[in-house]
């Protein structure tokens, strides 16, 4: 009897041995399934990619640059150029360190490059969904030639076509339209949403850079198989991966009176500006010395640039825009229509003028004795007297407040990179600024264009187009369409927009239009701003700067004065630097520009009819040999 209890026992211990045996084999299986499973579906996607980012990688293929036109799509400012870029990907380079050094040496002496550029770019902490960086552009073929029958030799190094920036007309032009560069470290982190990348190249200034996104297209990309030593073995461009050529720009600016302006102007610091008062639309824009944005289409002229940034006369600077100067005497038609709105000094009055003004012990000199003067021929003849004591009447803030209210101490807001907001001074300005009171003598300077008073060219055009269209200022710019490269497709045309809007009674304006063709009739322009072919009102000035010995010569005038149809109506301004009186440099080169436009000729002709002209008048005038200056 004691035996069966035992026997049981052993039974059920062998059931639970085998139970155990057969668990451990179905456990293993199904952990074996589970990680199968996991494997397979769960993390089978991942794997896959991983597995194809080892045999497959991504390059950029860079979109063309939108084409850049002149206002009749006649001339190209800017175009692109076929071309081949050397590009490396960090990641694919040698993992030994003295494999890499030599990788490197042997790239310095191909490329010419500085090793210490290559590093740094290798080296970048930023990366792009392609991790690929441009080396150099513009490489020759033979070079390409060389890495691809020696490319074992360079490992993660790569070529490609890359287009080429290319500026036709070379410096012509070259403050508007601007240059492209590779993109910096800042610019890709500050545009990488924008579908920027480290192969982009970019707006640096001008049109390139304001309408930048317009003009670069979208850049497609290749598929590049490589086998286990990272050498490419087939290209693939998927569909949709095309890249789209970016839209063309069409300017505001006519070649031809561009190329006018620049002659004009010639090897003379300053600047000229060529506008339509009815629309705001910037015919020429030109800014002296120039620089050619060709010699930064490419890395390697990084030689240029420095030589380039380290002239003392500044290329780079816009002088039509980033440029602040003293006003000079043009200022007085502001000060004359703060007299004409507030009537704070009948029009008719007359002040004496006897070579100057004086104020307690000092004397404000004039450039010459006008005896009494009324404010039309104070105008006419730039009598600073005269607006010497009409500008103690006014006051220095009645006077700020009118610069102001026409346009003066703002941006215009031109679609241009850089644009300075000039300075009007008044008591407030000069107590934060210089921590100083007003004195009647800044008065009377300001009342003349200078002490603090800053304004840029612009500013000035701008307020001559305001005079022009008695009170109505439109917005200066300088693209007015834009086109699809791809179908020609309008997609932008700019409309003349109101920037300001006068309050001042338009017959104010009228008497200031009347004053200014006599300046040119009669008065301080009636030499230098003769032309023969239109009929200009204008304005001269000097304007006087520390430590100078030479004042700044300034003209600005409109044409015709009395345009039936407003359209045909232009304004000229410009400065030359230290280029003495405003009607013995600068008003010759604003009519030489008038006379080639209206008259329809090229330069010599040009100064031949303005020959003409100062003939008739000395003829008229019966030899006055005395040649008035302001």
């Known amino acids: 009897m004691p035996l069966i209890p035992r026997k049981a026992q052993r039974d059920d211990e062998l059931?639970?041995?085998?139970?155990?045996?057969?668990?451990?084999?179905?456990?293993?299986?199904?952990?074996?399934i589970s990680v199968l499973f996991s494997l397979q579906i769960v993390k089978g996607p991942d794997y896959e990619l991983r597995a194809k980012t080892n045999r497959e990688q991504f390059s950029i293929l860079s979109a063309l640059r939108g084409v850049v036109y002149d206002s009749k799509k006649e001339t190209v400012f800017?175009?692109?150029?076929?071309?081949?870029?050397?590009?490396?990907?960090?990641?694919?380079?040698?993992?030994?360190?003295?494999?890499?050094e030599q990788l490197i040496a042997r790239l310095s002496l191909l490329l010419e490059m500085p090793k210490e550029e290559i590093l740094?770019?290798?080296?970048?902490?930023?990366?792009?969904?392609?991790?690929?960086?441009?080396?150099?552009?513009?490489?020759?073929?033979?070079?390409?030639?060389?890495?691809a029958e020696h490319n074992r030799d360079f490992p993660g190094v790569y070529w490609k076509s890359k287009p080429v920036r290319v500026y036709p007309r070379h410096d012509m032009l070259s403050h508007v339209i601007g240059y492209v560069g590779m993109i910096s470290e800042r610019e890709f982190l500050e545009k990488k949403q924008k579908g920027y990348n480290l192969e982009?190249?970019?707006?640096?200034?001008?049109?390139?850079?304001?309408?930048?996104?317009?003009?670069?297209?979208?850049?497609?990309?290749?598929?590049?198989?490589?086998?286990?030593?990272?050498?490419?073995?087939?290209?693939?461009?998927?569909?949709?991966a095309e890249p789209v050529p970016g839209n063309n720009v069409v300017l505001t600016v006519d070649s031809r009176i561009q190329e006018i302006a620049e002659a004009a102007l010639g090897e003379r610091i300053g600047a000229v500006i060529v506008s339509r008062p009815s629309t705001g639309e910037i015919l020429a824009l030109v800014s002296y010395p120039r620089y050619d944005p060709n010699l930064f289409s490419f890395q390697q002229n990084r030689t240029a640039f420095k030589s380039l940034i380290l002239d003392k006369r500044k290329p780079f600077l816009n002088r039509a825009i980033q440029a602040q100067y003293p006003a000079g005497s043009i200022f007085k038609l502001v000060v004359a229509l703060a007299v004409l709105d507030t009537e704070a000094v009948p029009p008719t009055k007359q002040f004496v003028c006897g070579g100057g003004y004086k104020l307690g012990n000092r004397f404000f000199a004039c450039w010459t004795n006008h005896g009494k003067v009324d404010l039309y021929n104070a105008i006419v003849h730039s009598c600073d007297s005269?607006?010497?004591?009409?500008?103690?009447?006014?006051?220095?803030?009645?006077?700020?407040?009118?610069?102001?209210?026409l346009g003066f101490g703002k941006p215009t807001k031109i679609d241009l990179i850089g644009e300075l907001a000039g300075i009007v001074p008044d008591p407030d300005w000069k107590r934060e600024n210089v921590e100083d009171i007003w004195y009647e003598g800044d008065t009377l300077n300001m009342a003349i264009g200078q002490g603090y008073i800053l304004v840029t060219m612009l500013q000035l055009n701008c307020f001559t187009n305001m005079i022009a269209n008695k009170g109505t200022l439109f917005q200066p710019y300088v693209v007015s369409e834009i086109h699809s490269a791809k179908s020609d497709e309008l997609i932008y045309k700019r409309n003349p927009e109101v920037l300001l809007q006068s309050t001042i009674d338009k017959k104010h304006f009228e008497f200031i239009v009347s004053a200014m063709r006599d300046v040119v009739v009669e008065g301080t322009a009636r030499w230098g701003g003769a032309v023969l072919s239109t009929n200009p009102a204008g304005k001269t000035s000097s304007a006087e700067t520390a430590g100078a010995e030479e004042t700044h010569s300034l003209y600005t005038a409109f044409a015709p004065f009395d345009a039936a149809n407003e359209d045909e109506m232009i304004s000229v301004t410009a400065i030359v630097e230290h280029g003495g009186a405003g009607s013995v440099t600068a008003a010759p080169l604003v009519s030489e520009i008038l006379e080639s436009i209206f008259g329809n000729c090229d330069q010599e002709p040009a100064r031949r009819n303005i020959w003409k002209k100062r003939a008739e008048i000395y003829r008229n005038r019966k030899a006055d040999a005395d040649i008035i200056t302001d």
């Open 78 to 100: 800017a175009r692109n150029r076929r071309s081949f870029a050397v590009s490396i990907v960090p990641e694919n380079l040698p993992a030994d360190g003295e494999e890499k």
């Open 200 to 240: 982009s190249v970019i707006g640096k200034s001008g049109v390139e850079k304001v309408y930048d996104l317009e003009l670069k297209g979208i850049d497609g990309y290749v598929r590049r198989i490589v086998d286990a030593t990272n050498q490419v073995t087939a290209e693939i461009i998927d569909q949709g």
């Open 386 to 405: 005269y607006f010497y004591q009409a500008s103690l009447v006014l006051g220095p803030d009645v006077i700020a407040h009118y610069a102001n209210m």
């Open 15 to 32: 059931k639970k041995r085998l139970y155990v045996f057969s668990a451990v084999p179905i456990i293993f299986i199904a952990v074996f």
């Open 120 to 147: 740094k770019i290798v080296n970048q902490n930023i990366r792009s969904a392609y991790d690929s960086q441009v080396l150099r552009t513009d490489v020759p073929f033979e070079t390409v030639v060389f890495l």
